[in-house]
Structures are given as C-alpha cells and as structure tokens.
Nanobody, 120 residues
C-alpha cells in the first residue's frame, strides 16, 4: 500500500507564505494526476490545484494567482507553494494521486493531511 506523506503546514499570519510537500512512500507508476485539496471546518473537501502527468495545471478560482502546484521528478515530490495567504485558506490540506497500473487497475491515494492555519 502506498502512503502519501505531506508536510509543510503550520501557522502563518495573513499575507504570509507556506510551501506544502507531498511524497509517496515508494515510487508510483502510471500516475495520471496529483491534486491538492483543502477541507475547511464544516465544509466539503475542495480541489485547489492539480497537475497532470503531462505537466498541465489547473486551479480553483479562489487560489489562482496565489497558489502554484509543481513537481520535482528527481525527488518524486509535488509541491504547493502558497503566497498571500488569507484566513479563509485555513483548513486541512490533502494530497491526492490518481492513476492506473499497466494491468488496468486504477488507484486513488490520499495523504493524511497537513493543517494550515492563517491568522488575521
């Protein structure tokens, strides 16, 4: 079983920056996309940013221009750089990896989450 290890969360003042990291416990083949999600208290989990195997990215309107998703293939790590953070960015952030093996088995892995708290 693959585990996704997230790190980089913490407490930051409004206007500050954080960089989240997501790395799998072992190498994964057949990845289609990696996404970062956020779940704020009392709200549903929402997709913030996504990067495909081809390198295409897309962002939620609420974070576009402030968040950047990127990957370092050599380190097998995906990042979420967050700037100009707002109190409404507070929540648990999750990494998600979807793909399929060469045998056609599809997978959908989630990390354990990392807390981001933005104070006003």
């Amino acid at each position: 079983q693959v585990q996704l290890v997230e790190s980089g969360g913490g407490l930051v003042q409004a206007g500050g920056s954080l960089r989240l990291s997501c790395a799998p416990s072992r190498s994964i083949s057949g990845i289609n996309a990696v996404g970062w999600y956020r779940q704020a208290p009392g709200k549903q989990r929402e997709l913030l940013a996504r990067i495909t195997s081809g390198g295409s990215t897309n962002y939620a309107h609420s974070v576009e221009g402030r968040f950047t998703i990127s990957r370092d293939n050599a380190k097998n790590t995906v990042y979420l750089q967050m700037i100009s953070l707002k109190p409404e960015d507070t929540g648990e952030y999750y990494c998600n990896v979807v793909g399929s093996t060469w045998t056609g088995w599809s997978y959908d892995y989630w990390g354990q989450g990392t807390q981001v708290t933005v104070s006003s």
